[in-house]
């Protein structure tokens, strides 16, 4: 339940009161934190039935709900689920669309553990699996087969940052019976709306910016009302729920997650725009920047950017990045992204079939956190003198 009366309009009012009545349980404005397996019925009738709102804490309770509900008014679904991880957000879908003879698009540039899944499981479950340039628009017609079923997406592209036409994409996809999933980890639905432009079925890495405080893995899977149906039945099917306490994490970020988003974009940029031209730097992979070769579709499409972008290195090896790396003092050397605080780390394409570049050097991803960006900066800079210095 939510207090939309249709008076409810801005991203903000919608993140801190979506979700929850407070009414609905005792005027208390977050939701309970329900630990349930077993959930008791009045009556044989009822068990039988199975004639109540819960029935078991597989299928949902009111703490998911809460969070479902409120990731539904986000991207305007007809249901989401929420599920342990970023991962499994992207696993459960596939699982749930494909069967042993379908094939699947996957854009080159996704993130690697999707590709490993792909490459491993999916192929043994007998599954088709291909790779296209992030860059394909339309011309995805082309590479589109009578048993392709999902063609998955992510944008914009892990680690190097390429837009894709998302619309393009659908369209094609759609025509020739294939469904859409995105993988919009980096935008959130404030930034991009996957189900306006196309998109089916749309996942997210709830660890990031909507858990926010790099304490919590948790994933959402959301789909339109022709997809919704089969995303349920996978996740009922599956039996791979998120617990309790890691669902009212995520609520408890969501409620914030526009103002840091707005921060995050700030900074990102103010910082992206100032590493462009210094020495040692080749080029900056950051949308939002009117150098990036996609910003026009970018702007097209999204609302906003968010905290992580790359900076390729003038020239160079891995010996540049880890000085680069190692001069830092407040960007911690780790994975992940989306919390409060600045991260750094090599990326590595070696993966890639198409999407590979070529690139001037090194590359180094930022997530720039929620310190000041003056000390950022000076953070920054230390790095790249000490790449510098490696010659
Ligand atoms: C684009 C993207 N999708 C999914 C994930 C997976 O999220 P998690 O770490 O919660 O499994 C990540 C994690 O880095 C990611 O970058």
């Known amino acids: 339940m939510t207090r939309d009366n249709g008076r409810i309009k801005g ?31 009045p009556n044989a009738a009822t068990m039988a039935g199975r004639a109540q709102k819960y029935t078991y804490g597989t299928r949902g309770t009111p703490t ?20 342990p991880s970023g ?42 699996v291909d790779y296209y340039d992030p860059h394909v628009g339309a011309g995805i017609t082309a590479l589109i087969k009578p048993n392709t079923k999902v063609v998955f997406t992510e944008s914009p592209a892990s680690n190097t940052f390429e837009i894709q036409d998302i619309p393009a994409i659908s369209k094609a996809a759609h025509e020739a019976g294939a469904i859409v999933m995105m993988d919009n980890t980096w935008a959130t639905p404030l930034y991009f709306k996957a189900l306006d432009f196309g998109v089916d079925v749309t996942i997210h890495a709830a660890t990031k910016y909507p858990a926010g405080h790099s304490d919590v893995l948790s994933g959402t899977v959301s789909a339109n009302a022709a997809c919704w149906p089969k ?40 910082i992206a725009r100032w590493l462009e031209g210094k020495q040692g ?32 290195l003038a020239g160079g090896g891995t010996d540049k990045a880890h000085a680069f790396l190692d001069a830092l003092e407040i960007f911690g050397l780790g994975y992940s992204w989306g919390g409060y605080e600045s991260l750094a780390v090599q990326v ?13 050097g090194p590359i180094i991803r930022l997530q720039i956190g929620l310190e000041d960006v003056a000390d950022l900066k000076e953070d920054i800079a230390a790095g790249l003198a000490a790449a510098n210095a490696v010659g």
């Open 11 to 41: 991203v903000n009012t919608r993140l801190t009161h979506s979700g929850h009545d407070p009414h609905g349980f005792h005027g208390f404005v977050n939701p309970p934190v329900v630990h349930a397996s077993t959930v008791l019925f």
């Open 64 to 83: 998911s709900d809460a969070l479902c509900h409120a990731i539904d008014e986000l991207e305007g679904s007809a249901g989401t689920i929420a599920v």
């Open 87 to 128: 991962l499994a957000a992207v696993t459960i879908p596939l699982l749930g669309f494909l069967s042993s003879g379908d094939h699947i698009l996957i854009t080159d540039s996704v993130y690697f553990p999707t590709r490993h899944f792909a490459d491993t499981m999916l192929k043994r479950l007998g599954v088709e």
């Open 231 to 270: 995303l349920h039945d996978a996740y009922v099917t599956l039996g791979c729920c998120a617990g309790p306490d890691d669902v009212y994490q995520v609520l408890r970020g969501l409620r914030t997650m526009g103002v840091r988003l707005a921060h995050h974009q700030k900074s990102t940029l103010e």
């Open 281 to 312: 730097v080749a080029r900056v992979l950051h949308p939002g920047l009117e150098s990036h070769p996609d910003h026009k579709l970018f702007k097209r499409d999204f609302s906003g950017s968010s905290g992580i972008f790359s900076v390729v």
């Open 348 to 360: 590595s394409l070696a993966d890639r079939k198409i999407a590979n570049g070529p690139y001037e």
